[in-house]
């Protein structure tokens, strides 16, 4: 099985000497994964890391084949894409289409060619009605869209979002959701940083939970977030659903889409 | 660094001197060997400054400012030494360059003004809070908007470096290369500015609403939380 | 004509400079003193705007086509003086790294900065910031630089600045957006406590399990104008809540799924509430 990326025993620590990341063996292969925990446990530090940003301490993080340690973010760029958090933070372009081929322009070069990935990428968002427009000019939620998109117009094999539902309204989380299965369906690798507890079991079929930069668990969504004691040990909420379920005394999950 | 400034924690009697104070022996110290350029005048003000400096137990820091401006010192007394009009009595030679008495005393006039400029300045920047020194003149009659305005780009310039560094990691994601021809880097800094700019201005004025929010602009007369042993009346 | 309404808004209609469309359109509602009232809506209905139309800061600070009133205690906000208006009314602005003053180092200075503007006396600010402090549970950092802090704590940190300068009503826009479910349920508790003590609170969220705890009514926003004010269950049964796709508490939508509503003909938007008809609508089933 071609696994896209695999992370062997990868220990991180900032020049301060203590590790903030343990032993951290795990691979992602075309299954939506989540990965949460408690403000601390080194999330943004681990993907950071898988983007190349960062260099492992010790241990290795394969990409694609390729060890992260001998290329470099830019190369990187071609097969991980990155959304942070904050779209301000990203954005300097005075037209939406701009913005969105700034990626494409640098890993493609070809103009052409970039311009046809961004169209696609805003119309994979729905923001194709807005080509022209000034990013400042949409709202919030829009210019999170995109963010995405200007990450997705580069084509990655694998994406990764950092906390993408805060401060989105219920009507973008559930489009950013369904984004992430649109990709997942188009043989992407998709993973996110969230503490969104229902988010997480909507949209992913897999979870990782961090803690204090350890590894806790890996499995399945469904399985994971019924465990009550994992969740509470990594200082985690239950998702609603599962709040209902237990008092309901059935398992409602059937009633959803996933 | 979070807070721009030289600022040293400590517990002692000269960081308990109100920032005033300090600061208007700063300033009596640098005038005075400005107005008496004699070298015993100097002396005397540098030693005070390194005793008071000592107190403060801030002395190692004050070494590393001075340190700061020993190539400056250097080349005063090659420069005065050699090339002083005043000069007549040649002292020695070396390298076949003439060194004058007239011009090395002059030079030891100019390093000691300016280390006593350096000393009896440190002591301020070193043992007060760059804040509670906009606070103390804001008491006395500084407009608190300019105050406030000195005291939040101290914090905020730091602020925006951490922001630059996310910006550069955002835009090195897409693709961006950070090295390479001029082109190249100024691309780079173009991706940069852009959100580092703008962001700031977006921020500012969200910050303006805030201060608006709590009170700023009020017209009441405004209470200091901190206390200042001289000025307690 | 003496009002006893807290708030009152009539005919308000807003639009900020160079814009064609109007970000606020003939709002009009009155929230009782002690009231706890919800806003929700799409991202861009104009909830933040609203907010600050509440406080005055538009069209204060933003100029802009302003028609209508608004209303606290029966004046006129804009008429009101500007040291009346800060003990009055509290805004808590949605984005927290950009509401710190940045000329305060440590927290406990930062909300001291307040009521320091006010004149008010020093051991009164003394007692006043503990106490702010202590019950957003900050208190352990109040020695730390508000740069340092994570973006939860700048969430509370930012509630406690305007807390502590006691307003009689208090506004907050999106006020857990960057907490997880331990500081969202934090925040919900000092909005009880202050519930309790008769501050009347304005609240824009998402989160909407939680607000519906602990609302008395909701405004719904969308596009600028107000589609209803009302209680919060026969809020979410509206049909504009579906055809706005502005979301619900998920046992709401359940209940929609399962087409059960409770005994006065609205779906239910409480946790407990929505246990209790799920559980006959499950027994009334082959589940």
Redesign the interface.
């Known amino acids: 099985m071609d696994l896209i990326v695999k992370v062997e025993n990868l220990w991180f620590s900032y020049k301060s000497g203590k590790f903030v990341l343990k032993n951290i063996n795990v691979s992602f292969d075309g299954v939506s994964t989540a990965i949460v925990g408690?403000?601390g446990a080194a999330k943004t530090t681990f993907v950071?890391i898988l983007?190349g940003?960062l260099k492992p301490t010790m241990g290795d993080v394969w990409i694609n084949g390729v060890n992260t340690k001998e290329t470099?973010?830019?190369q990187l760029?071609?097969v991980v894409?990155?959304v942070?958090q904050?779209p301000?933070?990203?954005?300097?372009?005075s037209k939406v289409i701009d913005e969105v081929m700034?990626?494409p322009l640098?890993?493609f070069r070809d103009k052409q060619y970039s311009y046809q990935m961004a169209i696609e990428a805003l119309k994979l968002v729905g923001l194709d009605g807005k080509v022209n427009e000034h990013p400042?000019d949409l709202?919030?939620?829009?210019r999170k869209l995109l963010c995405i998109a200007?990450?997705l117009a580069?084509d990655p094999k694998v994406v990764i979002f950092d906390e993408p539902t805060?401060?989105?309204?219920?009507?973008?989380?559930?489009k950013i959701g369904e984004l992430v299965l649109e990709l997942e369906k188009n043989g992407k690798t998709v993973i996110a940083i969230t503490?969104d507890?229902?988010f997480v079991f909507d949209y992913f079929k897999r979870t990782l939970v961090l803690h204090r930069g350890n590894l806790l668990v890996d499995g399945k969504t469904d399985e994971i977030l019924q465990r009550e004691d994992v969740l509470k040990a990594a200082?985690?909420?239950t998702p609603?659903?599962f709040?209902?379920s237990s008092?309901?005394?059935?398992v409602?999950s059937k009633?959803f889409p996933i | 660094m979070r807070v721009l400034g030289l600022y040293v924690e400590r517990d002692t009697p000269v960081h308990k001197l109100a920032p005033f104070t300090k600061l208007m022996y700063a300033v009596t110290s640098t005038v005075v060997t400005f107005l008496f350029p004699s070298i015993t005048v100097g002396i005397l003000f540098l030693v005070l400054s390194v005793f008071l400096n000592t107190i403060a137990r801030v002395l190692k820091h004050l070494i590393a400012l001075l340190m700061v401006v020993s190539v400056l010192s250097i080349s005063i007394f090659l420069i005065q030494g050699m090339f002083y009009v005043g000069n007549y009595t040649p002292l020695f030679s070396l390298l076949r360059l003439t060194f004058y008495k007239e011009g090395l005393l002059r030079a030891v006039v100019l390093v000691l003004r300016l280390f006593n400029m350096i000393s009896a300045f440190g002591i301020l920047m070193l043992t007060t809070r760059p804040s509670d020194l906009i606070d103390d003149l804001v008491r006395r009659g500084l407009s608190p908007n300019v105050g406030y305005v000195i005291a939040s780009v101290l914090q905020i310039v730091p602020q925006m470096l951490s922001t630059a560094t996310r910006i550069i990691d955002a835009q090195r994601s897409r693709g961006l290369e950070m090295n390479g021809s001029f082109h190249k880097r100024f691309k780079a800094f173009l991706a940069l500015i852009g959100p580092l700019v703008l962001g700031s201005l977006l921020e500012a004025r969200e910050r303006a609403l805030a201060l608006e929010i709590r009170g700023f602009e009020a017209r009441t007369k405004r209470t200091f939380l901190k206390d200042f042993s001289e000025s307690k009346r | 004509m003496g009002s006893t309404e807290k708030i009152k808004i009539e005919s308000l209609t807003y639009a900020y400079p160079f814009s064609d469309k109007n970000a606020l359109e003939n709002i009009s509602f009155s929230i009782m003193p002690g009231e706890c009232v919800g806003i929700i809506g799409r991202n861009g209905a104009g909830k933040s705007t609203l907010c600050l139309a509440l406080t005055g800061l538009v069209p204060k600070f933003f100029k802009g086509r302003y028609s209508g009133k608004v209303l606290l205690d029966g004046e006129d906000v804009r008429q009101i003086s500007y040291e009346k208006l800060v003990t009055k009314i509290g805004l808590v602005l949605q984005n927290p790294f950009s509401q710190i003053t940045g000329a305060r180092i440590t927290v406990y200075e930062e909300v001291a900065f307040g009521l320091e503007n006010l004149g008010i006396p020093r051991d009164e600010i003394k007692q006043r910031v503990e106490a702010v402090l202590k019950a957003l549970d900050l208190w352990e950092k109040r020695d730390e630089n508000p740069f340092e802090l994570s973006g939860g704590q700048l969430q509370k940190l930012a509630i406690a600045s305007v807390l502590v300068l006691q307003p009689e009503v208090l506004v907050l826009d999106e006020p857990t957006s960057q907490l997880d479910s331990g500081g969202t349920k934090e925040v919900f508790e000092i909005i009880s406590q202050m519930k309790s003590q008769g501050i009347t609170i304005v609240l824009v969220e998402h989160k909407y399990e939680m607000l519906v705890e602990y609302v008395d009514k909701i405004i719904f926003l969308q596009e600028g104008k107000m589609i209803a004010f009302d209680e919060a269950e026969k809020i979410f049964s509206l049909p504009e809540i579906d055809e706005y796709m502005v979301g619900e508490p998920i046992y709401t939508k359940l209940c929609k799924k399962l087409n059960s509503k409770n005994s006065r003909g609205y779906y239910p938007v409480k946790f407990s509430e929505a246990v209790g008809i799920l559980r006959e609508a499950r027994c009334g089933s082959d589940r």
């Open positions: 408690q403000n950071k983007k940003l470099t973010v830019a760029a071609k894409g990155l942070f904050d301000s933070e990203q954005i300097f372009k700034f990626g640098n890993i400042y709202t919030l939620s829009e200007s990450v580069m805060i401060a989105q309204d219920r009507y973008h989380i559930k503490h507890m229902d200082g985690l909420d609603y659903i709040k209902i008092s309901v005394g059935t409602i009633l």
